[in-house]
């Protein structure tokens, strides 16, 4: 099976930062887009950044120069650096990842985290 532990989340203060780590291990057979989305009280959940197989990005208007996404491929990690934190970044982070097992190697499909918070105080 296929796990994906998310880490880096806690309370921080308004302008600060936080860095979220997301590793997936298991019977893993190829990893296409990694990405964090985030889901705040009463709201829906919402992509913050995306970070395809070829490294191409993609941010929430509302991130665009705060945060930063990457992935380290031989540790199937993906990370999202985070300054500048606003109390509107308050919510629950989740990763997500598209990929197929070794034992469907075709087939892909995506894993979600359990979820990190995040907590900005003003």
């Known amino acids: 099976q296929v796990q994906l532990v998310e880490s880096g989340g806690g309370l921080v203060q308004a302008g600060g930062s936080l860095r979220l780590s997301c590793t997936a291990s298991?019977?893993?057979?190829?990893?296409?887009?990694m990405g964090w989305y985030r889901q705040a009280p009463g709201k829906q959940r919402e992509l913050v950044a995306l970070v395809t197989r070829g490294d191409n990005t993609n941010y929430a208007d509302s991130v665009k120069g705060r945060f930063t996404i990457s992935r380290e491929y031989a540790k199937s990690t993906v990370y999202l650096q985070m300054n500048s934190l606003k109390p509107e970044d308050t919510a629950v982070y989740y990763c997500?990842?598209?990929?197929?097992?070794?034992?469907?190697?075709?087939?892909?499909?995506?894993?979600w985290g359990k979820g990190t918070p995040v907590t900005v105080s003003s």
């Open positions: 298991g019977n893993i057979f190829s990893i296409n887009d």
């Open positions: 997500k990842t598209n990929l197929a097992t070794i034992t469907s190697p075709r087939y892909f499909m995506d894993y």
